[in-house]
């Protein structure tokens, strides 16, 4: 996927839609990342990047069934695609060759 970058919140909501499997909807991710990450972030923060993923292809989505405990609204469940497979792995790729390089050096007081 070359040229295409996932910036640091992209490529959060992206590993979460992964994790999440079957109930990747854009409240679970938040608070799925505010537990994993301690963030504190905004519902339409995470609207706003699960838009942009399903425009460059990495998640699609659908309509879930209404629910009671919704007041029978319905929830729009996200799913990672083949291709936002792709991009995380060679996203993950590049960050641990790049970590490999890193020389083995010690820091004082640093454990």
Known sequence: MRGEH????????LLTVGSLTDHAYAVAILEEIKTNTNRN??????????????????????????S??????????????KVGRKVLDETMDLRYSLYQKLPKMTFAGLS
């Open 41 to 66: 972030m905004d519902v339409t923060a995470i609207h706003s990047v699960l838009r942009r993923l399903e425009k460059k292809g990495y998640v699609s989505s659908e309509m879930g069934g209404a």
């Open 6 to 13: 996932l910036g640091e919140l992209e490529e959060l909501v």
């Open 68 to 81: 009671k405990e919704r007041g029978g609204r319905r929830k729009r469940m996200f799913t990672l695609t």
